[in-house]
């Protein structure tokens, strides 16, 4: 079965930086478009990026172009976000799916990790 363990969450002060990392398996990882969403304090499901198959095409949400960077190691079967200039607007879980944008609200998702930006 599909599993996505997401990792590397942390209390960050506003302007630092994270990188996400979501260790996959149960499907074929290299085949697959995968994106990372997040989920505010009371707030529903926002898409935040997405990276092809290839991991060559990338799309940002507007509220993080510019600042974050979605990558991934086909070989590892493993997915990355890296988090630059983080703000207090950025603090939510964040989770790993498969698939692109359409599928936010119905893909499944793994455990999610916390970042919170906070001085």
């Known amino acids: 079965q599909v599993q996505l363990v997401e990792s590397g969450g942390g209390l960050v002060q506003p302007g630092e930086s994270l990188t996400l990392a979501c260790v996959t398996s149960?499907?074929?990882?290299?085949?697959?478009?995968m994106s990372w969403v997040r989920q505010a304090p009371g707030k529903g499901l926002e898409w935040v990026s997405t990276?092809?198959?290839?991991?060559?095409?990338?799309t940002y949400a507007d509220s993080v172009k510019g600042r974050f960077g979605i990558s991934r190691d086909n070989a590892k079967s493993t997915l990355y976000l890296l988090a630059n200039s983080l703000k207090p607007e950025d603090t939510a879980v964040y989770y790993c799916?498969?698939?692109?944008?359409?599928?936010?609200?119905?893909?499944?998702r793994g455990q999610g990790t916390q970042v919170t930006v906070s001085s």
């Open positions: 799916i498969k698939g692109g944008k359409s599928g936010v609200m119905t893909a499944q």
């Open positions: 149960g499907f074929t990882f290299t085949a697959s478009a």
């Open positions: 990276i092809n198959s290839a991991g060559i095409i990338t």
